[in-house]
């Protein structure tokens, strides 16, 4: 008769080319089905993606929600509401919530007022003054060509080569690819919208875990 040290060992042995076997079928399976594994775990982040936004914008709120409940809206809610202290609690944190959502907003209201313009004047120098760019390109060919006339000819013919290649090759590469171009320009602009979308959502779920802070943790 085996000692039950032996049978422990025996399904210790099992045990193991047991799960030494479920993870080979399983690494099979993960190479084999990744593209679907992929759209899978790509599926459940879109679901989830407004719900994490609301947990990432209630961390980083919630330091300030606690500051400005605490001293701030909750004694203005015990004065307002003295004889309700319900009442005065749940004065305290709606307004501080909204309040902490508010500078948020305000926040990123500056920065945006602070970037958009700073790439606005980028491009507006770069478009004032390609002009310039090209009109001292064009004197300074022209003061060239007539220091040297003979080169004049060779110029001419280089400039209609290579206009002739250009043309031939916006007909045949960039036209054709004008579809995918339009069509990169329609999905940046959807994921655009997405992620706005996303971001809403976000800030309702963050007031909902704000609110309910204490549950949350």
Same mark, same amino acid.
């Given at each position: 008769?085996?000692k039950?040290?032996?049978?422990?060992?025996?399904?210790?042995?099992?045990?193991t080319?047991?799960?030494?076997?479920?993870?080979?079928?399983?690494?099979?399976?993960?190479?084999?089905?990744?593209?679907?594994?992929?759209?899978?775990?790509?599926?459940?982040?879109?679901?989830?993606?407004?719900?994490?936004?609301?947990?990432?914008?209630?961390?980083?709120?919630?330091?300030?929600v606690?500051?400005?409940?605490?001293?701030?809206?909750?004694?203005?809610?015990?004065?307002?509401?003295?004889?309700?202290?319900?009442?005065?609690?749940?004065?305290?944190r709606?307004?501080?919530?909204?309040?902490?959502?508010?500078?948020?907003?305000?926040?990123?209201?500056i920065?945006?007022?602070?970037?958009?313009?700073?790439?606005?004047?980028?491009?507006?120098?770069?478009a004032?003054?390609?002009?310039?760019? +090209?009109e001292? =390109?064009?004197?300074?060919?022209? @003061? !060239?060509?007539?220091? $040297?006339? &003979?080169?004049?000819?060779?110029?001419?013919?280089?400039?209609?080569?290579?206009?002739?290649?250009?043309?031939?090759?916006?007909?045949?590469?960039?036209?054709p690819?004008?579809?995918?171009?339009?069509?990169?320009?329609?999905?940046g602009?959807?994921?655009?919208?997405?992620?706005? +979308?996303?971001? =809403?959502?976000?800030?309702?779920? @963050? !007031?909902?875990?704000l $609110?309910? &802070?204490?549950?949350?943790?």
């Amino acid at each position: 008769m085996k000692k039950p040290e032996d049978r422990k060992e025996y399904v210790g042995w099992g045990l193991t080319a047991f799960f030494v076997i479920a993870g080979c079928i399983g690494l099979y399976l993960l190479i084999t089905r990744w593209g679907d594994i992929q759209k899978g775990i790509n599926t459940v982040l879109g679901i989830l993606s407004p719900f994490i936004w609301g947990f990432v914008i209630a961390y980083l709120l919630r330091p300030l929600v606690r500051v400005t409940e605490t001293h701030v809206t909750v004694p203005l809610g015990s004065k307002l509401f003295k004889n309700n202290a319900h009442r005065a609690f749940v004065f305290g944190r709606a307004v501080a919530i909204l309040a902490s959502q508010a500078f948020m907003i305000f926040i990123i209201v500056i920065l945006l007022r602070m970037i958009i313009p700073q790439m606005y004047s980028s491009i507006e120098s770069i478009a004032t003054n390609s002009g310039k760019f +090209y009109e001292d =390109a064009i004197a300074w060919a022209r @003061s !060239v060509l007539d220091d $040297y006339p &003979k080169i004049e000819t060779a110029f001419v013919k280089l400039v209609g080569d290579a206009s002739d290649t250009i043309v031939d090759w916006a007909k045949e590469t960039v036209l054709p690819t004008m579809t995918g171009v339009i069509t990169n320009i329609t999905s940046g602009v959807v994921y655009f919208l997405r992620g706005v +979308y996303y971001v =809403a959502v976000g800030v309702i779920a @963050s !007031v909902y875990i704000l $609110y309910n &802070k204490e549950a949350a943790g």
